[in-house]
């Protein structure tokens, strides 16, 4: 289960946003996620629960999740297709049959920190 890394990995970079920002606690995170990251949202929500007991600057911190879809571009017309699941992504253009390119869906992103002075 890699969650547990990652949410480790967010709760050493909210250290340091805390001490970098001189901030008492952190009231709020969100965190957006794409699709096709390969993290399971549960999993990490979970995992980050778990941490609470053990690391003060998460403690009482909630924690939103922005679900990104999957976006993928075509390399010769620039045709864009959006996908709702992993399972519904075809990497070749219906259109002129070249390759796509995956432009969104496999982030995993703190996208803002809220907290207080």
């Known amino acids: 289960m890699h969650e547990g890394a990652i949410a480790e990995s967010i709760v050493d970079i909210l250290k340091q946003v805390k001490e970098r920002n001189g901030l008492k606690r952190i009231v709020k995170v969100r965190l957006k996620i794409g699709k096709m990251s390969g993290i399971m949202i549960d999993a990490l929500m979970f995992a980050l629960e778990a941490l609470r007991t053990e690391e003060d600057v998460i403690f009482g911190t909630s924690f939103e999740v922005i679900e990104t879809n999957i976006r993928a571009k075509c390399n010769l017309c620039d045709r864009i297709y959006e996908y709702k699941d992993v399972s519904e992504v ?25 907290g207080e002075l």
Do not use: A, Y
């Not at 219906?94 to 809220?114: A, F, R, S, T």
């Open 90 to 114: 075809v990497m070749i253009c219906d259109q002129c049959g070249m390759p796509l390119d995956i432009i969104e869906g496999k982030e995993m992103e703190i996208i803002d920190v809220e």
